[in-house]
Nanobody, 124 residues
């Protein structure tokens, strides 16, 4: 079992920045890849970013590439998502998710655990 707790969401104006954090517990943190996904009402969950267990492989969705940065600290069991140049279309509930393996993946069905989510709202 893995427990995940997100923090750092909030309301920000377009062009601003937010940093999301996720604290994990329950398994050896470096043994699984971590991902950030987001969801808005009426839409499917959308991949945002992923990082492999040891942090060497990272993928981003095209919509956030160049603006968002994912990072992890295996000593602290945390994964962060730095979001810059935010746009109104980034508004969503953001979920931190843990994969079943250490390999980074953009596929949502490869993630087994997720947190409660944190709301990010970007005003225009």
């Amino acid at each position: 079992q893995v427990q995940l707790v997100e923090s750092g969401g909030g309301l920000v104006q377009a062009g601003g920045s937010l940093r999301l954090s996720c604290a994990a517990s329950g398994r050896t943190f470096s043994s699984y890849a971590m991902g950030w996904f987001r969801q808005t009402p009426g839409k499917d969950r959308e991949f945002v970013a992923t990082i492999s267990g040891r942090g060497g492989i990272i993928y981003y969705a095209d919509s956030v590439k160049g603006r968002f940065t994912i990072s992890r600290d295996n000593a602290k069991n945390t994964v962060d998502l730095q979001m810059n140049s935010l746009k109104p279309e980034d508004t969503a509930v953001y979920y931190c998710e843990a994969s079943g393996s250490r390999w980074a993946s953009t596929r949502g069905n490869e993630y087994e655990y997720w947190g409660q989510g944190t709301q990010v709202t970007v005003s225009s």
